[in-house]
């Protein structure tokens, strides 16, 4: 279709351009017809004159145009110049409308890597910094404007990155290098070259600082759940051994103080097991799995019984019942995270300490309960970590108690499958107190 524009296009202008001779010799046959040759022929001279100065200021108009910024009007004419200025009008607008569609969908393009969670950064042959994303300039401590144009080995400097950047990659199949960054603390990155174009490349980073420290998490759980496992079954299968090969030489009491002392290690792994089971059934989903009204006040009552029975009269148990309400949730659930809360501060308080359990509605309809102590207390640089799975303040003294260290990280799961929060505070030698908050909308106050 073009190729036909331009050939109807030239058909015009050489048609136009004939007729308009044809006019200026019909003019100067009249004016010999009219008067005489000599008269005819300055006419046509005169004529042709004036034909020629207009396209001489036609064609120096459209070089002065040529000159101006893209955009400056087409300037307008008549005759085979003004059929000459729209075609170039035309031909203006339409790569003007090109260039714009190109501006917006490389706007778009921009926007889209900016938007990405992942660092990408497009490199010249030389390798030198031809654009990145914001996320590229946070991972490397680059400036999006200032970089541009420099080489990337001159900016990253970290020995395993320029190393990676520097290795040859005919088959565009380089393994990803996993960076642990020198810049900022704790952060890891996946990065990747990818080929494109003509001798480019593209690099990308991912932030896998999560990852990774869940894959940690992961091999840690394992060797915790195999070490909390084989230290009661080792004892245990060390008693049976003992009475097998013993035979008839223990005396009953030593035969029951064994078998007693097994009891205790399977009912500890038994524990352990009921722990982990109920601890992956929090984590496999967000919402309680029912959302029933839960009488407080008969709940307290259960627990402040099992507190109780727990302690054995070693401690000074007291309740504090507050407004009576009720807790939109699972009953099971907040009975395990307030009862996991009272036997914590059984387990970690002296004989003869205090234990308060405390319930209340605030003024904004949120509700605490708090279970605060007068034991031994915890360090300011382990709260943070009291609700990890098995980490333990005193390992020795959790496993005397009975503690299988999983207590705090099902009280968490729980909490947040009711959207409530778990607030510690404590002190080494005054005690701690544990409150769980809960939202209004989870609140009822009852009559």
């Known amino acids: ?53 207009h396209h001489l200021r036609n064609m120096a108009r459209m070089a002065a145009w040529a000159r101006q910024p893209l955009g400056t009007p087409v300037p307008g004419s008549i005759g085979v110049w003004d059929y000459i200025f729209a075609c170039l009008s035309r031909r203006t607008r339409d790569a003007q409308e090109r ?30 910094i031809e654009w990145m994303n914001a996320a590229a300039a946070g991972y490397f401590g680059l400036n999006a ?22 290795a040859d990659d005919d088959a565009g199949q380089m393994e990803p290098l996993i960076l642990h ?37 992961r091999r840690d759980f394992v060797a915790n759940v195999s070490h909390e496992l084989k230290t009661p079954l080792t004892v245990v299968n060390g008693f049976v051994e003992t009475l097998l ?11 029951q103080r064994y078998l007693s002392l097994a009891l205790d290690q399977s009912t500890r792994m038994q524990h352990l097991i009921e722990d982990l089971l109920t601890l992956s059934s929090l984590q496999a989903g967000s919402e309680p799995a029912e959302e029933d009204p839960v009488d ?25 019942a507050g407004t009576p309400a009720s807790l939109l949730g699972s009953q099971k659930e907040l009975h395990s995270a307030f009862s996991n809360l009272a036997s914590n501060a059984v387990r970690y308080t002296p004989d003869g300490g205090s234990i308060h359990l405390r319930w209340g509605v605030k003024a904004d309809g949120s509700a605490e309960f708090a279970v605060e102590d007068s034991g031994i207390g915890i360090g300011a640089e382990h709260i943070g970590r009291l609700t990890e799975r098995f980490y333990r303040v005193d390992r020795g003294r959790s496993r005397e108690t009975g503690g299988t260290g999983l207590g705090l990280a099902i ?9 409530a929060q778990l607030d510690i505070r404590s002190e080494p030698g005054k005690g701690s107190c544990f409150t769980a908050r809960f939202s209004p909308k989870r609140v009822h106050p009852r009559a």
């Open 1 to 53: 279709m073009a190729g036909a524009g331009q050939i109807l296009s030239g058909r015009y202008i050489w048609l136009a351009s004939l007729a308009t001779l044809l006019t200026l010799l019909g003019v100067a046959a009249l004016c010999w017809a009219v008067f005489d040759l000599d008269t005819a022929a300055a006419v046509l001279c005169v004529l042709l004159l004036g034909l020629l100065l």
């Open 99 to 128: 260039r714009e569609l190109l501006a917006r969908n490389l706007a778009r393009f921009r926007e889209a890597n900016q938007a990405m969670p992942d660092g990408v950064i497009y490199l010249s042959q030389h390798h030198t």
């Open 145 to 166: 404007e200032t970089d541009l144009g420099r080489a990337i080995t001159t900016l990253i400097r970290e020995p395993d990155f320029v190393r990676y950047m520097q």
């Open 181 to 217: 960054s020198q810049r900022q603390d704790g952060l890891s990155l996946a990065i990747q070259r990818i080929p494109f174009g003509e001798n480019l490349e593209m690099v990308l980073a991912r932030d896998i600082t999560q990852l990774e420290r869940l894959d940690m998490m």
């Open 245 to 255: 090969d013993g035979g008839d030489e223990f005396s009953l009491d030593d035969r």
């Open 296 to 320: 407080v006040q008969a709940l307290l009552g259960s627990v402040l019984h099992e507190t109780r029975v727990l302690s054995g009269g070693r401690h000074q148990i007291s309740l504090d």
């Open 411 to 419: 009280v968490k799961h729980i909490l947040t499958r009711h959207q």
